[in-house]
């Protein structure tokens, strides 16, 4: 995307300045030709059809072969951004042939999308070339003959001659924006096709009767036939805490993710109050009503309020303060310019700690009335996680609060526990009923206590 914004943008900055001036040379030297003597002048056309045909040719392949080229060029940025983030991976399980082998593969494809596209330009450009060099060479002809005859004079021919060795210029300039506007093209279709992803907003979204969190017989799957989670039915209650555990792979944060709209199931159905909550995340109606907290807490280039308000456009100065005070962010007194602070390279970096809170404030300043949390403060340090969890604690009082939990503590102190094994919800109900049961909760707690 970067690569093809920077296309885009060069294109339109320079284009319109650069083949108005084109076209405007072309037309005044055909005109100046035709003055000089009309012969010369119809002379000096005999190379526009060829032009216009190989430049119809050209454009006819174009467009594909330089989208197929941007694919291309995507795809490996991709293979190298992911094998670079997860090297470490990639070193345990000993997959680094295999990433190489892809990432050749990749490079490959890129090579022979290159290779298409710079065989239709060595038809174009070739072509064109010899398109300017035949007018010229028919107006000495052409030209001798006629001073010869005594029709053209001398100066005529020689001027004729000159005017359209000065036509090359801007007819290679007018070529080189065609390539250049393709390329463009291509890109341009590329960035938009980004927006055609995102699923059309549905202003005429029904609102939600009541905030009852349901999900029913819900499937879902990142792979065609590599299923994550296999009718999962579950239902919590507003003002619940409900902690969902399992071994790791058994689709917790999966369903994490259903529940908060990023995805949408391939079957069954997600609700909030009786309404799909892919239609309400569509809308832009779900961030007011179920917010999803994970390990990552981003802080945007720009001011405190700014990183604070496009929680809530229409907080003032007094709601974001009394967000921030409620997550015991006592940090913000220091800053140099208050609420103007830019935060950022260039200005203020927060430490770990001082970014969740940011984040917490935020969550406080939407004011969801569900929080779904998945694990959001188990990368940082212990006092760090003190600090965040003091936070979390506040912002989450008198919210329904879906925990998935990677520390069983937090299970214990929930109202109820859903056990997921391999997709599937196994078990639900209170800390003491599953564990009194003796099933797969009662064995992770022993083995969270070391009694196994």
Request: charged share 20%; with cysteine; net charge negative.
């Amino acid at each position: 995307a970067t690569l093809d914004v920077a296309t885009v943008a060069a294109t339109l900055r320079s284009a319109g300045p650069d083949i108005f001036v084109a076209v405007v040379q072309a037309v005044s030297i055909f005109g100046a030709i035709f003055l000089l003597s009309p012969l010369l002048g119809v002379c000096s056309l005999v190379g526009l059809p060829l032009i216009a045909g190989v430049s119809r040719w050209y454009l006819a392949r174009s467009r594909e072969a330089y989208l197929a080229e941007g694919a291309a060029a995507g795809e490996v940025s991709e293979t190298l951004n992911s094998t670079a983030l997860g090297a470490r991976t990639v070193e345990a399980y000993g997959l680094q042939e295999r990433r190489g082998q892809v990432l050749d593969e990749a490079v490959d494809t890129t090579y022979r999308a290159g290779e298409r596209t710079l065989a239709l330009r060595s038809v174009l450009f070739p072509v064109t070339e010899f398109a300017h060099t035949l007018p010229l060479a028919l107006i000495l002809l052409a030209g001798g003959f006629g001073y010869l005859e005594g029709v053209l004079s001398l100066g005529a021919v020689v001027a004729g001659g000159l005017y359209m060795w000065q036509l090359v210029d801007p007819l290679d300039q007018l070529l080189v924006w065609v390539e250049q506007l393709q390329r463009s093209g291509a890109s341009f279709a590329r960035i938009k096709g980004v927006g055609l992803v995102a699923r059309p907003q549905d202003a005429q979204v029904t609102a939600p009767d009541g905030d009852l969190v349901e999900v029913i017989g819900v499937g879902y799957s990142y792979l065609p036939g590599q299923e994550v989670l296999r009718d999962v039915t579950l239902s919590v209650r507003p003002g619940e805490r409900l902690a969902v555990v399992g071994r790791s792979g058994a689709g917790k944060s999966t369903l994490g993710k259903l529940l908060a709209g990023v995805d949408a199931p391939d079957s069954g159905s997600v609700l909030v109050g009786g309404v799909p909550v892919a239609e309400l995340a569509a809308a832009g109606e779900l961030g007011s009503r179920v917010v999803l907290i994970t390990q990552e807490h981003h802080v945007f280039l720009g001011t405190l309020r700014e990183n604070m308000t496009m929680a809530a456009s229409g907080a003032d100065d007094a709601a974001v303060l009394a967000a921030l005070a409620l997550v015991e962010a006592e940090w913000v007194a220091g800053l140099p310019d208050g609420l103007d602070t830019r935060l950022g390279p260039g200005g203020v970096v927060l430490e770990a700690a001082q970014a969740q809170q940011l984040t917490l404030a935020r969550v406080q300043l939407a004011d969801p009335h569900t929080l779904i949390l998945d694990e959001a403060t188990s990368l940082l340090d212990p006092r760090t996680a003190r600090q965040a969890e003091r936070a979390m604690a506040a912002v989450r009082a008198d919210r329904t609060v879906i925990a998935i939990a990677h520390r069983l503590q937090t299970a214990h102190d929930a109202d109820r526990v859903a056990v997921m094994d391999a997709g599937r919800v196994v078990e639900l109900g209170t800390h003491e009923e599953l564990v009194a049961a003796g099933g797969a909760y009662a064995a992770l707690w022993r083995s969270w206590n070391g009694e196994d």
